[in-house]
């Protein structure tokens, strides 16, 4: 299945979750806490702006993105997690 976005959303495949902690304790599923870093797998044609154009959008497809944590829509499709959020949600791209 194919999931594509509209407007100025944008879905990102989530990283995994930290299995340790720094310290070397190993954490349960139920302690593991949601990734706020992602790769955008699929980007919309941009906003629908008043003059009947679309915005550029900034991030584009294989951009890891720092994003915030308690936004966005997940879904799971074909036993893959996603989350679905708007452009301006993510706060920022990693570089390395």
Do not use: C, H, W
């Amino acid at each position: 299945m194919k999931l594509n976005p509209l407007d100025d959303r944008i879905v990102i495949k989530q990283s995994e979750a930290e299995a340790k902690t720094s310290g070397g304790i190993i954490l349960p599923d139920t302690a593991k806490e949601k990734p706020q870093i992602g790769t955008v797998v699929a980007v919309g044609p941009g906003k629908l702006l008043d003059d009947g154009k679309r915005s550029k959008m900034s991030v584009k497809i294989k951009d890891e993105v720092f994003y915030a944590k308690y936004l966005g829509n997940d879904v799971e499709i074909d036993g893959e997690k996603y989350v679905i959020l708007r452009e301006s949600d993510v706060l920022g791209i990693v570089e390395r």
